[in-house]
T-cell receptor, first 112, second 117 residues
Framework: GDSVTQMEGPVTLSEEAFLTINCTYTATGYPSLFWYVQYPGEGLQLLLKATKADDKGSNKGFEATYRKETTSFHLEKGSVQVSDSAVYFCALFNTNAGKSTFGDGTTLTVKP | GAGVSQSPRYKVAKRGQDVALRCDPISGHVSLFWYQQALGQGPEFLTYFQNEAQLDKSGLPSDRFFAERPEGSVSTLKIQRTQQEDSAVYLC???????????????FGNGTRLTVT
């Protein structure tokens, strides 16, 4: 079946540091890939997405590129802020299966 | 409404009790999903509705779990004879598109935290 593996957390960074959260996946067919974010006390919300190979999703300074050859969708941000502290979930949507599969989440804490 | 609404936000049940969890999706959204999220883990798929049709219930862990969406909007997840292992956050998500249509992202509710004592 489909699966998503994220780098384990928690991750603690200082403000303005560079962020990478690794994500790799296993899926049949050609899934779409997503990053969702959950801020404290809130529900999951879409951060960015990519629907085909080599697509780059971007939002709020975050980026991730759909790499089919390495089955990866790593999340990056050049300069994190305290307000980026949250839990980040990598997910895939398999059109054939009609459902999304999520990673276990990575908790990011940014300190001033 | 503006977003996906779930109620109650918290539910404590004694082992063996039945519970019902409600989800109000975004108006007009065709697809509705239920997920179960254990502490420290990602959401795990339970079931999927396209309008009123339950197209996939492969993730429901046992026959004590039942979901419905009779009019294609509000959905209820019912758990009968709750067990301690049912303790989790239950998330509802809706999306605009149905199967075979342009992929649209999931919009999540804040979840219902169920604790079975």
């Amino acid at each position: 079946g489909d699966s998503v593996t994220q780098m384990e957390g928690p991750v603690t960074l200082s403000e303005e540091a560079f962020l990478t959260i690794n994500c790799t996946y296993t899926a049949t067919g050609y899934p779409s890939l997503f990053w969702y974010v959950q801020y404290p006390g809130e529900g999951l919300q879409l951060l960015l997405k990519a629907t085909k190979a080599d697509d780059k999703g971007s939002n709020k300074g975050f980026e991730a590129t759909y790499r089919k050859e390495t089955t990866s969708f790593h999340l990056e941000k050049g300069s994190v802020q305290v307000s980026d502290s949250a839990v980040y979930f990598c997910a895939l949507f398999n059109t054939n299966a009609g459902k999304s599969t999520f990673g276990d989440g990575t908790t990011l804490t940014v300190k001033p | 409404g503006a977003g996906v609404s779930q109620s109650p936000r918290y539910k404590v049940a004694k082992r063996g009790q039945d519970v019902a969890l409600r989800c109000d999706p975004i108006s007009g959204h065709v697809s509705l999903f239920w997920y179960q999220q254990a502490l420290g883990q990602g959401p795990e798929f339970l079931t999927y509705f396209q309008n009123e049709a339950q197209l996939d219930k492969s993730g429901l862990p046992s026959d004590r779990f039942f979901a419905e969406r009779p009019e294609g909007s509000v959905s209820t997840l019912k758990i009968q004879r709750t067990q301690q292992e049912d303790s989790a956050v239950y998330l509802c998500a809706s999306s605009q598109a149905g199967l075979g249509q342009v992929i649209s992202p999931l919009h999540f509710g804040n979840g219902t935290r169920l604790t079975v004592t």
